[in-house]
């Protein structure tokens, strides 16, 4: 079992910045990828970012540029870098990890609201 514990999220402007991070607890030695996941009122929950083990990232195109995933092994811990924020990018923001074949577990989530 891993435990993922989101923090950093909050209300902006428009253009402004904020930092995610999710710590990890429990069995994280054979974490193949963490991720930042994020839904909308309204909305499917989709990926916004993903980094692996070997620390190859994955971004979706609505923020490739604005933010960077990234992750601190030494502290078990996570982080989303979001820059030039939008007014799109409210919502809740998830930190997911996954083990191989099938594994996943999810944070409790944080709320970012972007004001425009």
Known sequence: QVQLVESGGGLVQAGGSLRLSCAAS?????????????????KQRE???????????????????????????????????????????????YCNAFKLPNYSNWGHGTQVTVSS
Not at 26 to 40: K, V
Not at 53 to 77: E, H, L, M, P, Q
């Open 26 to 42: 429990g069995s994280i030695s054979s974490i193949y990828a963490m991720g930042w996941y994020r839904q909308a009122p309204g």
């Open 47 to 93: 990926l916004v970012a993903q980094i692996t083990s070997g620390g190859s990232t994955n971004y979706a195109d609505s923020v490739k540029g604005r933010f960077t995933i990234s992750r601190d092994n030494a502290k078990n811990t996570m982080y989303l870098q979001m820059n030039s924020l939008k007014a799109e990018d409210t919502a809740v923001y």
